[in-house]
């Protein structure tokens, strides 16, 4: 059938399956350049972003299955070359890119990676030096993490042999590359830590490409050696390899090889150290007991004959017994005086004397008060008298008694001193010497005083 003859009419949906197809069939594998926006991590755990350059963009997914496998951490900005094929996603109408590779541009996906766990390792402090532990001076047990089959084990046998015949070794076998090899060296390392058999632990293995030494580059052996309690020698690869695990290890050797010669020094090493460290010794004791016999021989001289100390003493004794006797005579004497004066002052001061003064005084003030109570007494009772003696003169009663009356109105009790005050009927009250009178004016007679 021709889609294009001009009766065909084609839904949106046919006509996207077949713009699809199209695509799909002509840009099965593509290599594209671009820089990343609008970078997404839904739930689901596929990857959705934009890529982008001065002129166009272009929609790109990346699903889970391809995204576990990619070793960098992917941002906004970041310059990616990306490799997979065109379809169109229907719903929306867009053609985009199905991702199932991408690495930076300019350097390695696996470089970009290694740098971007180094730079939040770093941050998070796993390479400080204040984390690192020094190494056991004579261990007794090596433990070591590594391929039973590789060139590494044998290397670090051969040299602890010869170095120091006597040390024990413990094997934990793991593989050193490939698929999980990261997750078995980190669990190596936990158990090593939980026997706690081992004086030191050496993690490595032999050379290789960037990707044969990558597990020792992975996030899960870098925290495991950093929460080892167990000092840890890292050794990968030659000396010019460098890894994550060289950075967090409390020591990174550059071989295998190297890392045996690190974790004790050789037998005739020790025996020239130990002779020398005797040497220096007898030579130390040497010159300390001449120290010491020095030291007596002085003290001998200085000793002098224990009967003339002793005398000396004895002497010494004597002359301060003789000024304690002294002394305490002389304190008694001194004190019995001063006794002797307090108690003639006491005497002199007696009070029973003062107080018989006192009680004579009393006696004498009393009489001298009761003596002129008694005259007091006497005047007010005379002056008393005579008051009393004037008033009896000066007594209304005693004119009432030569026959006079005293008259008051009837209504209103005022004394009546003047005739014209009354009028006839009006009624007096006399006051007589003896009891009163109430009598009736009949008559008034008006007159010259």
């Not at 090596?142 to 170095?163: E, F, M, Q, W, Y």
Request: charged share 25%.
């Amino acid at each position: 059938m021709d889609i294009f003859s001009e009766k065909t009419i084609l839904s949106v949906s046919r006509l996207t399956a077949l713009l699809r197809g199209v695509l799909e069939e002509n840009f099965e594998q593509l290599w594209v350049q671009g820089e990343v926006s609008n970078l997404s991590y839904p739930a689901s755990g596929h990857c959705y972003f934009t890529l982008k350059d001065t002129g166009a963009q272009l929609r790109c997914v990346m699903f889970k299955s391809a995204v576990k496998n990619v070793k960098f951490r992917l941002t906004d900005g970041m310059a990616l070359i990306v490799r997979g094929r065109i379809s169109v996603y229907d719903q929306r109408g867009e053609y985009q890119l199905m991702c199932e590779y991408m690495e930076p541009a300019g350097i390695g996906a696996l470089q970009a990676a290694f740098v971007q766990l180094k730079e939040k390792l770093a941050r998070e402090g796993l390479f400080a030096d204040t984390h690192k532990s020094g190494m056991p001076s004579f261990p007794r047990t090596i433990g070591v993490i590594t391929s039973p089959t590789g060139a590494a084990i044998h290397d670090i046998l051969n040299v602890l042999k010869r170095r120091f015949a006597s040390l024990e070794v413990v094997l934990y076998p793991v593989r050193v590359q490939g698929e999980g090899a990261a997750q078995e060296i980190a669990r190596a390392i936990d158990e090593m830590n939980k026997l706690a058999e081992a004086d030191i632990l050496i993690v490595g293995r032999g050379g290789g490409s960037l990707e044969d030494l990558w597990a020792f580059n992975e996030e899960p052996v870098a925290r495991a050696v950093y929460r080892s309690r167990i000092p840890v020698i890292s050794a990968v690869g030659h000396e010019t390899d460098w890894t994550i695990c060289d950075f967090v290890a409390d020591l990174r050797a550059p071989t295998p090889s190297a890392a045996a010669e690190l974790v004790i020094a050789s037998a005739d090493e020790l025996r020239g150290r130990i002779e020398a460290l005797t040497h220096r010794l007898l030579r130390s004791v040497e010159s300390l007991l001449a120290a010491h016999d020095a030291h007596v021989e002085g003290l001998r001289r200085a000793l002098h004959d224990p009967r003339t100390m002793l005398g000396h003493l004895a002497q010494r004794m004597d002359d301060l017994t003789g000024r304690l006797e002294m002394g305490l005579s002389m304190t008694v004497s001194r004190r019995r005086d001063r006794f002797e004066r307090l108690h003639d002052a006491l005497q002199h001061n007696d009070p029973q004397g003062r107080v018989d003064a006192l009680r004579q005084q009393i006696a004498l003030v009393v009489l001298r008060v009761e003596g002129l109570l008694a005259q007091r007494l006497e005047a007010i009772r005379q002056e008393f008298g005579d008051n009393a003696a004037r008033l009896e003169v000066l007594s209304p009663l005693k004119t009432l008694a030569r026959g006079y009356a005293i008259a008051t109105h009837g209504g209103t009790g005022t004394v009546v001193t003047d005739a014209g005050s009354l009028v006839t009927g009006e009624q007096l009250l006399l006051r007589l010497y003896r009891g009163q009178a109430c009598c009736r004016i009949e008559s008034l007679e008006i007159g010259k005083t």
